[in-house]
Antibody, heavy 122, light 111 residues
């Protein structure tokens, strides 16, 4: 069955670039039937959508990140990647990757990774 | 500040029913049927429990139901059980600049 697993550095300094990977197992991200998304959750707070990407490269992102976020895919490794540049303490959160449907009408997240905690601190 | 508004907390006794509201605008909940709900236990990833306003994924309890009226969506859990104690988040597609919006979350306490 489909599984998603996020991985990343854990601790970053302010102004550094956050780089996260989501490894997808149990299906190919190039199957073409799904978008893949990133969502984050600051400690004790709610969920925030970061963006969605299709394996062919089409992306949608949240303007609130002011273009600091970059989503990409590595089809050879069946992985998704998220980079967030110029991080601050406000970027500290659990970061999740998740699967969603192909059309905006199906943009609900039906499979989630376990999440990875990222802390930004000097 | 979240785009969708939920009550911070609700509570109920075992066997009772509770309803969690989620209020948006005509650009999201009011304009589309693409409302979803997620259940999250402490330290765990969210789990999809409702999509398209009222559809349940396979395996989700029939005690859980969703509805919508105007700009407000609702999640109802009937026959409340201890295992229902969790945080609940609503989400919607939006025609605004942020295509996917979430509510701030509601903590359900089973008394």
């Amino acid at each position: 069955h489909l599984q998603l697993q996020e991985s990343g550095p854990g601790l970053l300094r302010p102004s550094e670039t956050l780089s996260l990977t989501c490894t997808v197992s149990g299906d190919s991200i190039t199957s073409g039937d799904f978008y893949w998304g990133w969502i984050r959750q600051p400690p004790g707070k709610g969920l925030e959508w970061i963006g969605n990407i299709y394996y062919g490269g089409s992306t949608y992102d949240n303007p609130s990140l002011k273009s600091r976020a970059t989503l990409s895919v590595d089809t050879s490794k069946n992985q998704l990647s998220l980079k967030v540049k110029s991080v601050t303490a406000a970027d500290s959160a659990v970061y999740y990757c998740a699967r969603l449907g192909l059309e905006p009408t199906d943009w609900h997240f039906d499979i989630w990774g376990r999440g990875t905690l990222v802390t930004v601190s000097s | 500040q979240s785009a969708l508004t939920q009550p911070a907390s609700v509570s109920g006794s075992p066997g009772q029913s509770i309803t969690i509201s989620c209020t948006g605008t005509s650009s999201d909940i009011g304009g589309y049927i693409y409302v979803s709900w997620y259940q999250q236990y402490p330290g765990k990833a969210p789990k999809l429990i409702i999509f398209d306003v009222s559809s349940r994924p396979s395996g989700v309890s029939r005690r859980i139901s969703g509805s919508k009226s105007g700009n407000t969506a609702s999640l109802t859990i009937s026959g409340l059980q201890a295992e229902d104690e969790a945080d609940y988040y609503c989400s919607s597609y939006s025609s605004g600049t942020t295509l996917v919006v979430f509510g701030g979350g509601t903590k359900l306490t089973v008394l």
